[in-house]
């Protein structure tokens, strides 16, 4: 299974961006792991919530097959343990599916669409960080589930 991140916007804060790469980095040792990157919506100030929204959720539907299994990292998702995760992760990699996208939406969330495309949806936390930070704690998340996963001390219990 390939497991993809698929993220509004660049990470430009350097130590953000340091942390999402070398998080990245350490995921490559277990699964094949990629970063996708969509461009944010040009003149966004002159478009309200729905609009912005709306052409997000059109190129975040524009790279996702019909065969991905599609995870929204979404405040009103499934809050989960470090070791729940795992567990999950290593559901989803016996499940035959090819490759499992998750997805950290733009600044007001995802589309009507985009909800109905999501076959899950998870929480990192009931706060709310910014979308930059978000992405290392999710790769934070997803390299201990396999270390997790692979018995190896990472993770103290």
Wanted: proline share 3%; aromatic share 10%.
């Amino acid at each position: 299974m390939k497991i993809t991140l698929l993220v509004v916007g660049k990470t430009v804060t350097g130590y953000l961006k340091q942390g999402t790469d070398e998080y990245a980095s350490r995921l490559s040792h277990y699964v094949p792991f990629e970063m996708v990157y969509i461009n944010d919506i040009k003149k966004s100030r002159s478009l309200t919530e729905a609009q912005q929204k709306l052409a997000e959720g059109r190129q975040i539907l524009s790279i996702i097959d019909n065969n991905d299994y599609v995870v929204l990292l979404d405040e009103r998702g499934t809050e989960r343990t470090s070791v729940d995760f795992s567990t999950y992760i290593q559901k989803r990699m016996a499940s035959g599916v090819k490759r499992t996208v998750f997805v950290v939406g733009g600044p007001f969330g995802f589309s009507e669409e985009v909800y109905a495309r999501a076959n899950d949806k998870l929480s990192v936390s009931k706060m709310t960080f910014p979308h930059e930070l978000v992405r290392v704690i999710f790769l934070e998340q997803l390299y201990r589930a396999f270390t997790i996963l692979n018995h190896e001390p990472y993770h103290h219990v």
